[in-house]
Each structure stands twice: as structure tokens, then as C-alpha cells.
């Protein structure tokens, strides 16, 4: 069975700073692998995933992720958050069509 | 284009009572797919169904139904609602294959007294 780990909960950052959100997996095959954002009463949206190729990846509104298989993880950064980047942060596995999520990362930006 | 809509928004239910949460796709998705969300637990797989007629479980599929009798809608029933099940559901589409994306609705928050 897959299982996806976010070891925080919450991460506070001041504004323009820079972030990384922790994501580890746990599996025995080649898995794909995806960030979602949650905003405040929304449903999720993606930011980016990884299926094969590079190991870095770009998403949208300036995030990156990247894919370390020997470490089994998958962090997401930003160079500079903004204000607007306050959101829950879901990292994801999809095996046989099916994604498992991890619990969850809330960002809070500290003006 | 509407993507994927959930209705209703808010519902607030007795233990015991029956309903039906209503998911909708114009994307002509063959994957559909059923979440809760409970705080600190993330999004769960209740059910999914990878096409019309065809259904299976998911992660925690005690105590809801589902049924797949067109490819727009997917329907998610608690027959017997219980304090347990009061949760946010999303319902989510996509294309059928590896690694495609999946477009979630906006949500249903049920409450269960």
C-alpha cells in the first residue's frame, strides 16, 4: 500500500521568504506523484506533478518540486511566498489510478 | 464550462437520515472519484468508478453507496447517516490512464447531529 508522509503540519514563513514543504512516499514501484493546493473554502487545484523525466519540476504561481527516488521524496519550494500563497499544501501518490494524499501542510504568510 | 459540480454546498442531517450528495462532469471524464477530507487526515478514497456501469471501493467505503449510470454523474448516498460521517466530500474527474490530473469540485460540508 502507498502512504505519503507531510511531517509539518503548519509552516509559517514571513513574506519574501523563502519555503519548503516536506513530502516523503513510501513504495516498492515507480509511482507518480502530484502537489495540490487547498485555498481557504476551495476545492484542490494542482500545482505540479512528476511523472518520469526531469527530476525538477515546474508548477504554477512560482513553485517547484523535486523528484528524489533515492530518498523517496518529493519537496515542494518557493524562492519568495507572498501573501497569497496562504493555502493547505497536499502532497499525492497515484498508483493504479488511484491517489493517496498525505494529511496535509498549512502555509501561513506572516506579513 | 463548468468542470466538476457538487450540490449541495451545506447540508446538515439527523443520525439516521437518508441523502444523496450529487457530483456532475461536462469534461467527459471516464474517472470519477469520491474524497472525504477530516482535519488532520487529509483526503481519503471513499469510492470510484472508472467508467459507466463500473464502480469500486476506495480507502473507507463503509456506510455510503455509489452508482455510475451515465458518464457525467456520480452520485454518493448514505443510506443511514451517522456523527461519524460528518465531514467535507469532494467528488473529482479525469481522464482514464496513469498520472492524468484530477479536477475536484468545490465540496460538501455535511454535518451529522
Known amino acids: 500500500a502507498q502512504s505519503v508522509t507531510q511531517l509539518d503540519s503548519q509552516v509559517p514563513v514571513f513574506e519574501e521568504a523563502p519555503v519548503e514543504l516536506r ?5 516498492s514501484v515507480s509511482v507518480y506523484l502530484f502537489w495540490y493546493v487547498q485555498y481557504p473554502n476551495q476545492g484542490l487545484q494542482l500545482l505540479l506533478k512528476y511523472l518520469s523525466g526531469s527530476t525538477l519540476v515546474k508548477g504554477i504561481n512560482g513553485f517547484e518540486a ?46 | 464550462n463548468a468542470g ?4 449541495p454546498k451545506f447540508q446538515v442531517l439527523k443520525t439516521g437520515q437518508s441523502m444523496t450528495l450529487q457530483c456532475a462532469q461536462d469534461m467527459n471524464h471516464e474517472y470519477m472519484s469520491w474524497y472525504r477530507q ?19 471501493q476506495g480507502e473507507v467505503p463503509n456506510g455510503y453507496n455509489v ?32 498520472g492524468n ?8 460540508r455535511l454535518s451529522v447531529l
Open chain 2, 38 to 56: 477530516d482535519p488532520g487526515m487529509g483526503l481519503r478514497l471513499i469510492h470510484y468508478s472508472v467508467g459507466a456501469g463500473i464502480t469500486d
Open chain 2, 101 to 108: 490530473i484530477q479536477y475536484f469540485g468545490a465540496g460538501t
Open chain 1, 23 to 27: 513530502c516523503n512516499y513510501s513504495s
Open chain 2, 4 to 7: 466538476v459540480t457538487q450540490t
Open chain 2, 67 to 98: 452508482s455510475r449510470s451515465t458518464t457525467e454523474d456520480f452520485p454518493l448516498r448514505l443510506l443511514s447517516a451517522a456523527p461519524s460521517q460528518t465531514s467535507v466530500y469532494f467528488c473529482a474527474s479525469s481522464y482514464r490512464g496513469q
Open chain 1, 66 to 111: 523535486e523528484f528524489n527516488k533515492s530518498q523517496t521524496s518529493f519537496h515542494l519550494r518557493k524562492p519568495s511566498v507572498h501573501i497569497s500563497d496562504t493555502a493547505e499544501y497536499f502532497c499525492a501518490v497515484m498508483r493504479n489510478e488511484k491517489l493517496t494524499f498525505g494529511t496535509g501542510t498549512r502555509l501561513t504568510i506572516i506579513p
